[in-house]
């Protein structure tokens, strides 16, 4: 069975960097205005992670959390994607949004460092799906990457999508730790070599998260991956992404290298706490 360096070396880096920067700056800026639209907007709330993340999250600010999302989407046709917590919260989030089509995702695995001992993050995974989590965002191991331990990582990654079994996994890159776009595009390979149903940005708790050149490689890696395989691995944003124009930026980004197609919440996540209020804002006043 072929290593994941042997693998890698089917893939080829060069030429992306360039490329991304003329397309950001010459194709997708120029472009931003057309996604500015209603269907452009709603397709931003179906494919949100709808997201609280802090240390303050209390049982029953969870529990009012999930009811304001209820209370919110009572009001308009769309619905996001998810609600992402911490796995504590999974039954509760879990139970709110019975019959609602929204799904229950969780971070595990040692979130946000992923620095634990791999059993405690095998153990934190399944104790979540035991509690409700229908998706699950792990980290990758940022310090392994960084100094090229690939296979290491790619075997951990591999024992945790077996652990995540039914369930969508989705492997977090932290791109502004990794602070190199070749690593990044190395990054997305191994994750979704080891199984990944999700390439996301970022955790949201370090000084650099979503960054368009991510994206932009991120998009990049996965097409040359379903060109390969013929697999369509998904994208998820965050970190950041708090207003309906840098949602739509991102939005523009995988469209551009992925397609249309790519826009569903099945391919395509933002994770945020803050977009759904100004997106719903920015629908009614068009």
């Not at 030429?15 to 269907?39: C, H, M, N, W």
């Not at 199984?195 to 960054?211: H, L, P, R, Y």
Request: with cysteine; hydrophobic share 40%.
């Amino acid at each position: 069975m072929e290593g994941i360096v042997t693998i890698l070396e089917k893939f080829v880096f060069d030429g992306i960097e360039e490329r991304a920067r003329f397309d950001i700056e010459s194709v997708i800026e120029r472009g931003l205005k057309l996604q500015y639209t209603p269907e452009g907007i709603k397709d931003c709330i179906r494919c949100m992670d709808y997201t609280t993340l802090t240390s303050r999250d209390t049982e029953e600010s969870v529990e009012q959390f999930v009811y304001a999302l209820n209370s919110k989407c009572s009001r308009i046709e769309e619905r996001p994607a998810a609600i992402c917590v911490f796995p504590n919260y999974a039954s509760i989030v879990s139970k709110g949004l019975q019959g609602t089509g929204i799904k229950c995702a969780v971070v595990a695995a040692g979130f946000p460092a992923s620095q634990t001992f791999f059993e405690v993050k095998r153990m934190e995974c399944r104790m979540a799906i035991l509690s409700g989590a229908d998706e699950v965002d792990i980290v990758i191991p940022v310090g392994k990457m960084i100094e090229g331990r690939y296979e290491e990582v790619f075997q951990e990654l591999c024992e945790l999508r077996n652990e995540c079994n039914g369930v969508k996994l989705k492997v977090i890159l932290e791109t502004g730790e990794l602070n190199d776009l070749k690593l990044i595009f190395t990054a997305s390979l191994i994750a979704m070599h080891a199984g990944a149903d999700f390439i996301k940005t970022s955790t949201g708790k370090v000084a650099v998260n979503a960054t368009p050149e991510a994206v932009y490689v991120m998009a990049s890696a996965a097409r040359h991956y379903y060109e390969l395989y013929g697999k369509k691995v998904g994208i998820k944003v965050a970190g950041g992404v708090s207003t309906t124009v840098s949602a739509l930026k991102y939005r523009s980004i995988v469209s551009y290298i992925l397609g249309e197609e790519w826009i569903t919440p099945d391919l395509f996540r933002i994770g945020t706490s803050k977009l759904l209020d100004d997106a719903i804002k920015s629908l009614n006043a068009l």
